[in-house]
């Protein structure tokens, strides 16, 4: 049975780092999914550094046909709701996503990447995050109230075994620069309202208003998802790096749907003070899909 990337499941680490990385015209892409593979074997670390690899669903599946979900495409186009709210597409090649203890080691590792992938692949976009007060996110809410337990995640994150990719997961990579100031001239109340929780202790409002981030990404709706997000910015600009994993997209799209108000009239209340700036749909193999490519020489 195929084994999902270890570092998914990876909690605790303190340091996160995103490199979004474009393939150099002319370039094989099996050739960047081999240098990618081979930065180190899929089921260790590097020096207290896990790697998470990722690639374009078209891309992979260009290399790893037998091996890549049926029908699975990239964050390729914008998404407009109802109410013209958009989400941007910037799709990219790879995605290499880092974390540690400390950011010196990260940083290190992630220098490391960039130029054994140089020649090859060029990177587009870095994101750096780490955690605010543990577990909140810069709304100064408890963030991942309803991910799954580590025993229930495989089951939401990972494709299941016999299916095409098994072992592999959808990931959906979305930064979201806050309007903090907007946010934090809220009364608390108001806040809640927008979140559909109280501010202390998480629970759920009852009833939770329609508009409701909450209700707007029910996972008892849409289905269960395992989330990493994390935070990032200076104080002039800053956010939420969404990291969502799924065994498929479907439940990622109608969430995103949901909340934007494109299939439903309304919006969920919270992007009204959050806005995307990035978007971006990756095929996470398994370990043992990496590992094939990585046995391979590269010339």
């Keep these: 049975m195929a084994t999902p990337q270890t570092g998914i499941f990876a909690l605790g680490t303190a340091s996160h780092a995103y490199l979004e990385l474009d393939e150099v015209p002319g370039v094989d892409p099996r050739e960047l999914v081999q240098l ?3 930065l180190r074997e899929p089921r260790t670390t590097i020096g207290g550094v896990n790697l998470v690899a990722g690639f374009r669903p078209e891309l992979w599946a260009a290399v790893a046909p037998a091996e890549a979900p049926a029908g699975l495409t990239g964050f390729n186009e914008p998404t407009v709701g109802g109410n013209g709210y958009t989400l941007p597409a910037t799709q990219h090649d790879a995605v290499v996503w880092l974390t540690g203890v400390a950011y010196d080691v990260v940083f290190d590792v992630s220098r490391g990447v960039v130029s054994a992938l140089a020649g090859v692949a060029t990177l587009a976009h870095e994101i750096v995050g780490w955690p605010y007060h543990r577990d909140l996110d810069l709304t100064g ?4 109230t309803e991910n799954p337990t580590l025993i229930e995640a495989t089951a939401a994150a990972i494709v299941q075994p016999g299916a095409p990719g098994e072992g592999g997961s959808v990931l959906l ?9 907007g946010w934090e001239a809220l009364p608390v109340v108001d806040q809640e309202g927008a979140i559909g929780r109280h501010k202390v202790g998480g629970e759920e409002l009852d009833p939770k208003p ?6 707007r990404t029910d996972q008892d709706r849409f289905g269960k998802i395992f989330r990493r997000n994390i935070g990032y ?6 956010g939420t790096i969404f990291v ?8 990622l799209d109608a969430m995103l749907d949901s909340m934007i108000g494109r299939a439903e009239a309304g919006h969920d209340r919270l992007t009204d003070f959050t806005h995307p700036i990035t978007g971006a749909y990756y095929f996470v193999p398994s370990s043992e899909s990496l590992a094939t490519f ?3 020489a590269v010339a």
């Design 173 to 181: 990579l979305q930064q979201w620069e806050h309007d903090g100031d």
């Design 244 to 251: 969502g994993f799924s065994q498929d997209r479907a439940r």
């Design 233 to 238: 910015g200076t104080l002039i600009n800053h």
């Design 294 to 296: 990585a046995s391979v």
């Design 141 to 144: 809410f408890e963030d991942g």
């Design 36 to 38: 990618v593979a081979s």
């Design 210 to 215: 329609g508009t409701s981030h909450v209700a």
